[in-house]
């Protein structure tokens, strides 16, 4: 008879805090040193004294500068934006929305990553649905993290699927992938601030290890709820996000 595979030891919370906060650290440290190395370039170019730059090249480099600090920018507001939502101070403007677009956009722009992986990505919207009170932008944003993650755990040909319906009271959005699963003593941990050891390969994801809790606190800011359902390791996993239902 074949034994279950043993679930890896979920390392103690001060190493996963030490290892989420080391990636996070390396991984803003490339997005900014990326636009920051294009404009320190230009300046040089453009600082040359033995070849002064006409005038189209010197607006090409100026329009390239601007460029670099636009993405940096937008770099160190996610920064605050991902401190803001998980300390509670971020500002939601909830009122009632049709929760369909936001998804929609969700999964336009995790579509670039899936296709460069040969993941196929699914989008189906049951009848019926209606509306939700939530914050649209906000929405967006949660069901991005839960695809972003899905990406990271689905192999290369893999199905991940978004689908929208209505569960009485309640809408209902789930991201099902058929991925490495997740092991049933870990399902309780996948919120947890942090927790980003992967029971799957028994070693640290890839990532923040915070986009799951930022999406938690995301849907509970909107009186919704989240959890995680997997059958086991190569099972695939699935990620639920229920809100009321207006109406």
């Known amino acids: 008879m074949k034994t279950a595979p043993a679930t890896p030891p979920v390392p103690p919370e001060?190493?996963?805090?030490?290892?989420?906060?080391?990636?996070?650290?390396?991984?803003?440290?490339?997005?900014?040193?990326?636009?920051?190395?294009?404009?320190?370039?230009?300046?040089?170019?453009?600082?040359?004294?033995?070849?002064?730059?006409?005038a189209e090249r010197l607006r090409e480099g100026l329009d390239a500068i601007e460029e670099s600090i636009r993405e940096q920018q937008a770099v160190i507001d996610g920064l605050v934006d991902i401190a803001e939502i998980i300390s509670g101070?971020?500002?939601?403007?909830?009122?009632?929305?049709?929760?369909?677009?936001?998804?929609?956009?969700?999964?336009?722009?995790?579509?670039?990553?899936?296709?460069e992986a040969g993941i196929q990505l699914e989008f189906a919207v049951g009848a019926g649905v209606g509306a939700v009170r939530a914050?649209?932008?906000?929405?967006?944003?949660?069901?991005?993290?839960?695809?972003?993650?899905?990406l990271k755990f689905t192999p290369r040909?893999?199905?991940?699927?978004?689908?929208l319906e209505r569960r009485g009271a309640e809408v209902e959005i789930r991201v099902t992938d058929n991925g490495q699963g997740i092991a049933p003593d870990y399902l309780p941990r996948v919120f947890?601030?942090?927790?980003?050891?992967?029971?799957?390969?028994?070693r640290a994801q890839?990532?923040?290890?915070?986009?799951?809790?930022?999406?938690?606190?995301?849907?509970t800011r909107m009186d919704g709820s989240v959890r995680a359902q997997s059958a086991g390791l190569g099972q695939g996993s699935s990620f639920?996000?229920?809100?009321?239902?207006?109406?």
């Not at 639920?240 to 109406?247: T, Y």
Request: glycine share 4%; no cysteine.
């Open 89 to 115: 101070r971020a500002q939601l403007d909830l009122h009632e929305i049709d929760p369909q677009p936001a998804l929609q956009r969700a999964i336009e722009a995790a579509r670039p990553t899936a296709e």
């Open 206 to 219: 890839r990532g923040y290890g915070l986009g799951l809790l930022l999406t938690r606190n995301l849907v």
């Open 157 to 163: 040909k893999g199905r991940i699927a978004l689908t």
């Open 240 to 247: 639920v996000i229920r809100l009321p239902a207006v109406g």
């Open 14 to 54: 001060s190493e996963l805090v030490d290892a989420a906060t080391e990636r996070l650290i390396a991984h803003m440290a490339h997005e900014l040193r990326t636009p920051l190395s294009s404009a320190l370039l230009w300046a040089r170019i453009l600082n040359t004294p033995d070849a002064p730059p006409d």
């Open 192 to 202: 947890d601030r942090f927790a980003s050891v992967s029971p799957a390969v028994g």
């Open 135 to 150: 914050d649209d932008r906000r929405l967006q944003q949660a069901v991005a993290q839960l695809l972003e993650n899905a």
